[in-house]
């Protein structure tokens, strides 16, 4: 099941936060490159004090713990999110469903 899922990442190509048991730690905003037999490919970048190391890293699937992957985000500051209403009246949703436009 796990590896259907992490195959299933790496052809969405998003970014993904992976847990590894036994290294007991996250690697933060990967990517799945690629899954070969029991090998997971990820490439990530860390930020040291001075410059940004880019890593490509295989991990047996096996020490995979947990896989998430972020779903939103949204500023913390007093911005002004744009509802729906706000939209131009083409890029609107119908209100309900009997609203659909005739084609």
């Given at each position: 099941m796990l590896h259907r899922k992490?195959?299933?990442l790496?052809?969405?190509?998003r970014e993904v936060w992976v847990f590894l048991r036994d290294q007991q730690r996250w690697?933060?905003?990967?990517r799945i490159l690629d899954i070969e037999g029991?090998?997971?490919t990820l490439r990530y970048e860390t930020e040291e004090e001075d410059?940004?190391?880019s890593w490509e890293e295989m991990v047996r699937l096996e020490s995979i713990g947990a896989v998430t992957q972020?779903?939103?985000?949204?500023?913390?500051t007093n911005v002004e999110i744009t509802v729906s209403e706000e939209c131009p009246e083409a890029e609107q949703l119908p209100?309900?469903?009997g609203d659909l436009p005739e084609n």
């Open positions: 992490i195959y299933q790496c052809s969405d190509g690697i933060e905003r990967a029991d090998l997971v410059e940004i190391c972020r779903l939103a985000t949204f500023p913390r209100k309900s469903s």
